[in-house]
């Protein structure tokens, strides 16, 4: 009896089965890949130093990177535990001023986000990249949504980070643990360099104007770049004329 169930359990489970569909299928990324199984190599290695590395993919419910990670538990940074997270307060914490940087221990600084710790570094005390995470987060976003797109690339193309410090133009040493680093690379890729590979940009108009703003330069969202010209010439990513695209 136990034989008929498990095998009406795998016939539903091949009968519900759905092939690749133009946007999933492997050939997207390469289309000599060899499908057949029979010729696929039944051993292999990598090199220590291509050797991709394990990261958390970031959250967008708990706020991205700039999720102030070490001031949780181990328990609750498991998924698998399932301990209560006060969603909202990871959202609520404000950002330490410039002259409260500069009297923070070394210990204090390592607590902040990696959006914080990276923000600091760049001398940006109205922190951007936290207000531009909790602007593309949010705490009533679904548990599976994050930068996991961001995070297989950044392991594929960079070797494992370790934890380092680095030094800002006033002097305060801004100590990055491994995670820090691995968040801010998944970020990199998963974000302003994936939004740009999308096509993706903010435009308005000004007068004879176009204004827009790259996304690759969203870690500084004040900075904007005119073009003189007429809209018809230009388009996005997705070649629409920016005269039909909404402001």
């Known amino acids: ?28 990324m390469n289309r000599n890949y060899d499908y057949s199984f029979s010729n696929l190599p039944l051993s292999g290695s990598l090199d220590q130093k291509n050797m991709p590395w394990s990261d958390n993919y970031w959250e967008s419910d708990w706020g991205g990177i700039s999720l102030r990670w070490k001031s949780l538990t ?27 940087v500069k009297t923070m221990t070394k210990d204090q600084l390592a607590e902040l986000s990696p959006a914080e710790k990276y923000d600091i570094l760049m001398g940006r005390y ?38 380092t410090e680095a030094v800002n133009a006033d002097g305060v040493t801004v100590p990055f643990g491994a995670t820090d680093l691995k968040g801010l690379l998944s970020y990199y890729y998963g974000v302003p360099a994936y939004e740009y590979a999308r096509g993706k940009r903010q435009v308005v108009r000004s007068g004879s104007f176009l204004q827009y703003l790259d996304q690759v330069d969203s870690f500084d969202p004040f900075t904007w770049v005119s073009i003189v010209g007429n809209s018809d010439v230009y388009t996005n990513g997705y070649s629409i004329d920016l005269n039909k695209m909404e402001d």
């Open 1 to 28: 009896m136990k034989n008929i169930a498990l095998l009406l359990v795998l016939f539903s489970i091949t009968t519900h089965a759905s092939s690749w569909d133009e946007v999933n299928s492997p050939a997207n």
């Open 126 to 163: 109205d922190y951007p990249t936290v207000k531009s995470e909790r602007a593309r987060t949010g705490p009533e976003m679904k548990e599976w949504q994050g930068i996991c797109h961001g995070w297989v690339p950044a392991a594929i193309n960079n070797a494992e980070p370790s934890p």
């Open 74 to 100: 181990d328990d609750q940074l498991d998924p698998d535990q399932a301990v209560p997270v006060d969603k909202p307060s990871l959202f609520s914490y404000v950002p330490p001023t410039k002259s409260q």
